[in-house]
């Protein structure tokens, strides 16, 4: 049974899953880079994306209030704590979520933000005489960042009375779309050469372990009960097919990842089309799971 605080899920579910599996990614990707001492570089992309994260989570938040039947009572989720209701467990996810974040941009607060806010730059400052202090924080918000990322999929896998979205296996889809699409965009706006070659190789292997996840989790539903296998049909050869084959697989994941394999190996130049296609595809990827995930039923 959907939780009772959600009506019909139209685009602000989708959305919300999308931005918060490519916060989980950018988690774990600063998340390492800080561990290994990267947030020195300024030029580094990775140097913001803790800060880009704290915009996206909340535009993600945002998008979920939007969805809310009763939104004056938001605030009741942090008066209990039920251990069976996935909403349960995002609300309260998130309270960990927000400070390992903003611990992580104050490791490395941009010139442009120096001496706005005193109190963040002596806090800064505390971090920075502390190496393990900032190695800890590093690998607190990569720890923190998959959890946030197998949320978004447990989500929906805990409604059984969706088929297609009862399988083990979409946690992990989420966590690995997320992770992708997260490396994406570092590939899309890093300024430094030697960052686009490691993340544009870095998705290359999450598109891989992506494709292997997706036959997984069509596998599971097909060999399951008859009502799985219905559901899987959604996606392979009913109405949701199309988008599914050719936005999500083809545009979103193998084109992408053949143009990345020739960039990497040096084969054509980067270009930015292969990174736009995969986040496409990871927000295609959610509206499509979600909408046939609606419509599959148990008889």
Not at 104 to 127: A, E, G, Q
Not at 168 to 196: C, N, Q, Y
Request: aromatic share 14%; charged share 10%; hydrophobic share 55%.
């Amino acid at each position: 049974m959907i939780d009772p605080v959600l009506h019909a899920w139209g685009w602000e579910i989708p959305v919300y899953l999308f931005l918060g599996g490519m916060v989980a990614g950018f988690m774990i990707i600063s998340g390492y880079f800080t561990l290994k001492g990267h947030h020195k570089h300024s030029d580094f992309s990775s140097f913001y994306l803790p800060h880009i994260s704290l915009f996206f989570l909340s535009a993600g938040m945002f998008a979920l209030f939007l969805d809310l039947e009763y939104k004056v009572h938001v605030w009741r989720f942090y008066t209990t704590f039920k251990f069976t209701s996935p909403m349960s467990w995002g609300a309260w996810i998130l309270l960990v979520v927000y400070p390992m974040l903003l611990l992580n941009t104050l490791v490395s607060i941009p010139k442009s933000f120096r001496n706005r806010i005193s109190i963040f730059d002596r806090i800064s400052d505390v971090i920075n005489r502390y190496p393990a202090l900032v190695k800890n924080i590093g690998a607190a918000n990569m720890v923190v960042g998959a959890v946030l990322g197998m949320y978004t999929g447990v989500l929906l896998s805990a409604l059984a009375a969706r088929p297609l979205w009862n399988s083990a296996m979409l946690w992990i889809l989420f966590l690995t779309s997320g992770l992708s699409s997260a490396a994406a965009l570092v590939h899309l706006i890093s300024p430094d050469k030697t960052e686009r070659e490691v993340s544009a190789k870095a998705d290359n292997g999450f598109l891989i372990f992506e494709l292997l996840v997706i036959v997984l989790f069509l596998v599971g539903l097909v060999t399951s009960t008859r009502a799985h296998k219905q559901a899987a049909d959604l996606l392979l050869t009913g109405p949701y097919a199309p988008v599914f084959w050719g936005f999500v697989i083809l545009a979103g994941i193998v084109l992408p990842l053949i143009i990345q394999l020739l960039a990497v190996n040096h084969k054509i130049r980067h270009t930015p089309v292969a990174p736009l296609f995969v986040i496409a595809g990871g927000l295609l990827l959610r509206f499509v799971i979600v909408a046939a995930g609606q419509a599959s039923v148990i008889p």
